[in-house]
């Protein structure tokens, strides 16, 4: 069995879509919380690492475009870790 050939350009358009999505997505969260008068300490952390991860998944993209893909697993184990820790 091989592997599917992708298109990497088409590729890279869906990753960049969704990772725009996802600034979107926080910074709706971000104005929503501006004006929140309880839990202020959680939604600021939760926003702090929801930031990071996102950071964090932009550098491996990075890191991987310019051959440097043996240093990705120790970014995605961060992220997995920082994402498994805010629940």
């Given amino acids: ?47 702090s690492l929801m930031h990071d991860i996102a950071c964090l998944h932009r550098a491996v993209q990075a890191l991987c475009g310019t051959g440097w893909a043996c240093a990705a697993p120790v970014l995605l184990r961060t992220m997995l870790e920082g994402a498994m820790s805010s629940r």
Avoid: F
């Fill in 1 to 47: 069995m091989s592997l599917p050939l992708l298109d990497l350009d088409k590729v890279l358009k869906v990753h960049n879509a969704a990772l725009a999505y996802t600034v979107a997505i926080q910074q709706i969260a971000a104005a929503n919380g501006e004006n929140a008068t309880t839990n202020l300490v959680t939604r600021g952390a939760l926003s």
